[in-house]
């Protein structure tokens, strides 16, 4: 009999991805669901980009590239990293991977040995939880309450530091909270870090656009901590191309090269053509951008009056990314004649079944009171899913 490995077995399905499989299956069987289940862009693709893609197969970009990428994108790649986020990073620093998900799952390969503690603070996203597990790492979740919109402080991370510490992992704009950390706030973390010089931190960036409240800031701007920072960021989210799977990382040079090692056992480089393509979302001005952030930030003012017109349902004000995460817990114990809801998965659940409305539990992200609308859908369609919820949940007592 076939027997998976006990680090296969212990490892969970990505709830994102389990959920927007579910309303796949239902949406196959004709039922009319509503999917905001999963952190897609419903934008396509921009033409210039495709176009470059497109120019690369002509010219037969097609065979095996340098494992950490072409040196014509990690050029590009150093370009934007001082244009957008004045950081220094040369092209031998920066690796290329088959998504932002392989660029952290790389980081934390070549960084963690079993026994390793890395700090997560919650909610996080759901992959990172079962990347340091397959790894051997312990997780060590540091809570940052809706209160405190979701944001932990030195402080916290002061107090979660052991002497089995090596990494820490969050991001900003944060998956699944939509919080921004500030420059003073990420300065508090930053303070912390320089008195741990053994600690490595990882800052996932890959919403840096999707920002509405100005401007994006970096933990590696503390050039006393440069040395033990890694900048996660991709072409996913700004550049609507999830289908692509580029991400890349700016690391420490020993981190950099320890990435290309393990890239090159595993997977090699990533698509030739994603990165040509790539090259051209990294040399085009963000500006471009705006009409997308602004579609965003109008959709996000509209999920939150409606959440906000909701009894019981409590919101933070995300400053970026496209979810917000209410939380739910008002409605725990409360039920109709068929079902009780004792937590917020048990709500998703009756949401899908009930008004066909698919949204994530917070178990998932480390905060179980909560749940994660992900906004990137049209205004019409926001608008009749939010009228779905306000009924369904008007319909427990
Ligand atoms: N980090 C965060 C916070 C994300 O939400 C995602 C979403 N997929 C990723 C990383 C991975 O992105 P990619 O599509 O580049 O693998
Ligand atoms: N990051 C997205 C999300 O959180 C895409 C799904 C995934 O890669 O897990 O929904």
Redesign the pocket.
Known sequence: MIQLSDRLLAMEE?A??AMSRKSRELKSQGKDVISL????PDFNTPDFIKDAANEAMVNNFTKYMPVPGYEDLRESISNKFKRDNKLDYSKNQIVVSTGA?QSIANVVMTLINPGDEVIIPAPY???YIEIVKVSGGIPILVNAGIERDFKITGEDLSKAISSRTKLMIFSTPC??TGSVYSKEELKGLADVLKKNPNVVALCDEIYEHINFEGKHESLAQFEDIYEQVVTVNGVSKAWAM?GWRLGYIGAPQKIADACSKVQGQFTSGTCSISQKAAIAAMDADPIILKDMISAFRNRRTLVLECLNDIPGIKTNNPGGAFYVFPDCSYYFGKSNEKTIINNASDLCMYLLEDCLVAVVSGDAFGDPNCFRI?YAASEETLIEAMRRIKEALSKLN
């Open positions: 990505s994102t991805i289940s999963l952190g897609e998900k996203w759901v992959s998956n699944p999830t992900s």
